[in-house]
C-alpha cells in the first residue's frame, strides 16, 4: 500500500513548472555530494528546480550527517523513496523496502535490512523526521516547456519497482512493458533512480526513462561521481552524455564532490566489519562494474 500507485495515478496534473529540472535519487546520506549538488544547481539560470527523487538517506546514521540531509532536502522538493517509507514507518520491522531482484545476492538483503535499522534509530532521535518523511508524495509531475515528466523513485508502478532499471531495459520484455507506461502516463520523459545503475533509455517516438543511478555514489568504473538528471531546452556543459526528447535535452550531469571528506565521513559511521562497508566500499572507492556505453542507449 506504502509503495504503490499504478501508472494511472501518473495522470495527475503537473504540479512543479520550470525552465528546468534537476532530478537526485540515491544520495545515501552523502552529505558532500549535497553540497557540491546544490553549488552546480545555484549556477542554473532561469526559473529552476531541485527534485530529490528518493533514498536521500541512507549511510548517514550519524546525527550530524542525518540532520545535515534532512535539512538540505527540506531547501527543495523531494519524493520518498523506500529508504525514507521505512523510515516513515519507525515501528514496522519489513527492511529496507529495496524489493531486490534475483539478481542481488541474499547476503547484500540481509545486510540492508540491518543497516535500515540503524538508520530508523538514528531517525527515531530527530525530532518530526520520521512524520515529515512519511508525508512526502510518492512521485511529482513536472511541466517543462509544455512536456510532462513523470519523476519517481522506483518505476510508472511502484516506487521499488525495477522496471526502469538498466537490467530490465536491456531486455526486449523490459523495453516494450516501460514503452506501454508514456502513453499510460501522458509523459515524454520518466526521471527515476532506486536501482542504483544510471541509463538513458530512448523508445521510438514515445520518450525517454533517465535514470541517476546514484547522486551519492560512483556510477561507472574508476570513475567517482555521483551523477544527478538535468532536463533544460539548453544543454549543460559538463554533461556526461545527453539526449534529445522534444525541444528538452535530457543529461546526466557529474556530481564531483570530496571523495577523501566523504570516504573519511563514511568511515566513520561505517567502518570495516560493518553491514554499509561490506556492501558498498569497493563502489564508493572503485565504481561499480559498468560503463558511460552502457548506460546511453539509442532506440
Ligand atoms: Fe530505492
New binding site residues.
Partial sequence: MNYRYGVGALCAPATLFADSLWIA??LYGNTFALRRLEELFAAEQGESELVFN??FHWFDVADKAFAEIESGVSRHAATR???ETEIGQPHAGTGC??GYPDWVGDEDVVRSNRIIERLKETARRAPGAAARLAALPMYRIAEICGQRIAIV??DADS??GWGFSQEVLATPDGRKAAAATFRAAGVCMFAS????LPVLQAFNGAGVVANNGAAGMPNFAGTAYGLATRIAPTPHPNAVYRMQVGSLQAEAIPIEYDTDAWCEAFLGQWPEGSDAHASYWRRITQGPHYGVASALRAA
Fill in positions: 535519487g540515491g528518493g533514498d523513496g523506500n529508504v523496502g529495496c523513485h522506483g516506487l521499488a533512480s532506486h536501482s542504483c
